[in-house]
């Protein structure tokens, strides 16, 4: 266990689904982020927040919505996703944006 | 954009051998970092090298990093077959945050008992 829990491990969605990610640190940590692993494809960072704001949006297409209402938490809101987006999305933490990160166990997400 | 690439892709060895992995990157880093990812779980943190530090340890791990030749090597003695995992070597340019942080795809090791 590293402190980082997400839920649901697994979800299932189709094209015109609306549905969210929830991230939730036990650690006291001040940054968040998300990254997304696909198959045989390098882990790619999303966004990053430190103290609730966003500091990064690496290029995100804006049906992934990410939402900080506090430094424990962390969601990524879905819409209208497309199959390529099936990943595995993993949540991270950190002290601070420049400490050693602690990952989530990861949603498994399958888009139909 | 990514920037640690892993060396090999795969690696299959015996219970008790040591097993190295190779990391190469293409720009100048503040620090790299390897993480290992068991089937079904997040990735775990196991080591965190500066540009400025040459080796560090861990239990049975030895991080090496090269700067003149951007490359970094994991060994980890004396397996078991609970190091069966995926490893994966991060690069950071910047020393004031993680927000460039980039993974390389990974070696897929598997230690047979």
């Known amino acids: 266990e590293t402190g980082v829990t997400q839920t649901p491990r697994h979800l299932v969605m189709g094209m015109t689904n609306k549905k969210s990610l929830k991230c939730e640190q036990h650690?006291?940590?001040?940054?968040m982020y998300w990254y997304k692993q696909s198959a045989k494809k390098p882990l790619e960072l999303m966004f990053v927040?430190?103290?609730?704001?966003?500091?990064e949006n690496n290029s995100v297409p804006s049906r992934f919505s990410p939402e900080c209402p506090n430094s424990s938490h962390l969601f990524l809101h879905l819409h209208t996703l497309q199959p390529e987006d099936s990943a595995l999305y993993l949540c991270?933490?950190?002290?601070?944006?420049?400490?050693?990160?602690?990952f989530g166990p990861g949603t498994r997400l399958t888009v139909l | 954009s990514q920037q640690g690439e892993e060396d090999p892709q795969a690696l299959s060895i015996q219970e008790g051998e040591n097993a190295t992995m190779n990391c190469s990157y293409k720009?100048?880093?503040?620090?790299l970092q390897w993480y290992r990812q068991n089937s079904g779980r997040g990735l775990v943190h196991l080591i965190l090298i500066r540009s400025n530090e040459r080796e560090k340890h861990s239990g049975r791990l030895r991080v090496t990093l090269d700067t003149s030749k951007k490359s970094s090597s994991l060994l980890i003695t004396a397996s078991r077959a609970a190091d069966t995992a995926s490893y994966f070597c991060a690069t950071a340019g910047s020393a004031d945050n993680n927000n460039d942080m980039r993974f390389g795809a990974g070696t897929r090791l598997t230690v047979k008992p």
């Open positions: 927040y430190n103290f609730k704001e966003q500091t």
């Open positions: 650690l006291g940590h001040n940054a």
């Open positions: 991270a933490s950190s002290q601070e944006v420049t400490g050693k990160e602690y």
């Open positions: 720009t100048s880093i503040n620090n």
